[in-house]
């Protein structure tokens, strides 16, 4: 029995690689296009700045959707990525998984704004709460049936790792990347400086990816250690 365990943990361990490596690949693609598409339309942008034209709206409509692959599409493929590790909510059509995280997500945004509306370090609290709520939305079984709100969800269980949860989001997700883009900056440009630039795309979807399957792990440990025992 032992022996099998430590099969499976092998296996299981295997399986997040090769899950870990598609989707940093993945990851990378994505944000080289995202790279590549912000600094023409913002060069664009800048251009048409200085005259009347309905180019300007067109411009500014793409580098909407160009944040959106980010903030919307890039967690939606990491999700679909990582839910064979939940089985349990693989009979979740998959749309419906998207559409309900699409919802709880605008509602988090909602929120979290207006508490930074009122104040700036309560919204900061607020939105670092919601960190988890992709994870709710797509693996919770309680959530997919009704039982539980998702917001509230998201907020009880990144405040049982809250520590975690901020260092994660200050470290990976403000301090490294401005660190590298202070350091680096005058070699951003994909079109003047294609390698160099190609790799601060490759750094920034590593730290991304590893950001999101840390925030997972946190998410699917504080599940488990709130799991009655058999």
């Known amino acids: 029995m032992e022996d099998m365990t430590n099969r499976e943990h092998l296996e299981h361990r295997g399986a997040i690689r090769k899950v870990g490596v598609i989707l940093l690949s993945t990851s990378f693609l994505i944000l080289w296009f995202h790279q590549l598409a912000d600094q ?93 709520l992709p994870f709710v939305c797509f693996f919770d079984p309680e959530y997919q049936k009704g039982c539980v709100d998702a917001l509230k969800k998201s907020r009880l269980v990144a405040r049982g790792s809250r520590i975690k949860v901020w260092s994660l989001w200050v470290g990976f997700g403000f301090l490294l990347p401005l660190l590298i883009s202070g350091m680096f900056g005058d070699y951003e440009s994909l079109r003047e400086h294609p390698i160099s630039g190609s790799l601060l795309v490759f750094i920034e979807a590593l730290l991304q990816t590893t950001t999101f399957y840390l925030l997972w792990r946190i998410y699917s440990q504080s599940i488990e250690n709130t799991r009655p025992s058999s």
């Open 40 to 132: 023409v339309l913002n060069a664009k942008l800048s251009h048409l700045m200085q005259k009347e034209s309905y180019s300007l709206a067109l411009v500014a409509f793409g580098l909407f959707l160009n944040g959106l692959l980010i903030f919307w599409i890039l967690p939606i493929i990491y999700l679909v990525g990582l839910q064979r590790f939940h089985p349990k909510t693989l009979n979740v059509p998959l749309l419906t998984k998207i559409s309900d995280y699409t919802r709880e997500w605008l509602r988090g945004i909602g929120d979290a704004s207006l508490w930074m509306f009122v104040l700036l370090l309560p919204g900061l609290f607020r939105w670092a709460d919601y960190l988890l």
